[in-house]
């Protein structure tokens, strides 16, 4: 946590950004859980503010459903 915060990662953010806009979205985000991980209450306010922003925003659980996801969103 000490080397995310020195890096500069803020807490909340999803984990992965895909910043190519499509499908009238500003780019993708992806925050990655386990099969059993919930969303933060930080979390979930940082997944509201980029949905109202214009971005979409997906919860996967698991590197799967991140990759199918992803490929949704390219097309």
Do not use: C
């Amino acid at each position: 946590m000490i080397r995310n915060r020195q890096m500069g990662v803020k807490a909340g953010v999803p984990d992965l950004f895909y910043p190519v806009p499509m499908n009238g979205y500003h780019g993708m985000f992806i925050e990655m859980k386990t099969k059993t991980g919930r969303l933060s209450m930080v979390q979930k306010k940082w997944i509201a503010a980029l949905d109202e922003l214009g971005y979409k925003v997906v919860v996967a659980k698991g590197w799967e459903e991140a990759a199918q996801a992803l490929e949704d969103y390219i097309g």
